[in-house]
């Protein structure tokens, strides 16, 4: 049985980094599928807000005839803009919501402070059923995230564990996968190269399976877990300050991760 891919909306971010000219999220799901992909989880780099309810439950019908599933992701410390996503996200019939318990400037938050943040909308993911998956970002250590889900339901506080994105910390994804395995929801996977010397370091993406993560270990710890895991996708693709230059790079390394992904994963 094929792995089936998925991507976050990130894999399409020159495309939508111009909100006057960026993709509607129908087009969106049509790309998304033309390139060859299973999931889409559509974050907030592709403004999910703009589209009411009722619009989302049209996505879900259009996703569904090209055989996409879909799901969202959010950046928010507002309870009452979790809440609006969690209509979207009963409107699609999906049962998870990948957050991100940061703002655009990564103001990192307390173990208490999440406590209190989850506090309030533990209620309103209860009531509908909806997991929270909590992704490790740049600005809040995971052992900061263990603590602070450690007192909640599994089946309701889980996360979206990032391969890459705790660099920033210092730690890696063995680190990361050791302190929030237990609760994983899916799985973002992108790549990266690291240069530097004894003075510091740089890090730049590369597509999935060609940078220097040992993506064939994470795949192998991630199938260990669980047979049917949601994996998705992401690139850090670096700017050229062209547009369409950036966009069709954005294409290619997907087109290339998405490649390398499926011969990575099989056999495992």
């Known amino acids: 049985m094929q792995l089936p891919i998925g991507a976050t909306s990130y894999v399409f971010r020159y495309l939508l980094s111009d909100p006057a000219s960026g993709a509607s999220l129908q087009a969106l799901v049509r790309l998304a599928r033309a390139a060859g992909l299973d999931r889409l989880q559509i974050c907030e780099n592709a403004r999910p807000l703009e589209l009411s309810v009722s619009g989302w439950t049209d996505l879900q019908r259009s996703a569904g005839d090209l055989g996409l599933e879909i799901g969202l992701g959010c950046m928010t410390l507002s309870p009452a803009t ?10 699609i019939g999906a049962s998870d919501l990948r957050l991100v318990l940061e703002n655009e400037a990564g103001i990192p938050l307390s173990a ?31 052992r900061t995230l263990a603590e602070a889900a450690a007192s909640y339901p599994a089946e309701t506080i889980g996360f979206c564990l990032d391969v890459a994105n705790s660099l920033r910390n210092f ?22 190269r690291i240069a530097g010397s004894n003075v510091g370091f ?13 993506a064939r270990a994470i795949l192998r710890r991630i199938f260990a877990k669980t ?34 992904s499926r011969s990575l994963s099989a056999p495992l």
């Open 82 to 91: 979790v809440f609006q996503y969690l209509d979207r996200t009963e409107a």
């Open 227 to 260: 047979g049917a895991p949601k994996i998705y996708l992401e690139n850090w693709t670096p700017a050229t300050g062209d547009p369409q230059t950036d966009i069709a790079a954005d294409a290619q390394w997907l087109e290339k991760s998405i490649a390398n």
């Open 171 to 192: 730690e890696d994804w063995e680190r990361v996968f050791d302190l929030l395995e237990d609760r994983a929801v899916c799985y973002h996977m992108k790549d990266y």
């Open 202 to 214: 740089s890090v730049g993406g590369a597509p999935f399976g060609e940078g220097q993560i040992d």
């Open 112 to 142: 208490s402070r999440i406590r209190a943040f989850l506090d309030v909308i533990l209620p309103e993911l209860q009531s509908r059923h909806i997991r929270l998956a909590i992704e490790n970002h740049f600005a809040i250590p995971s």
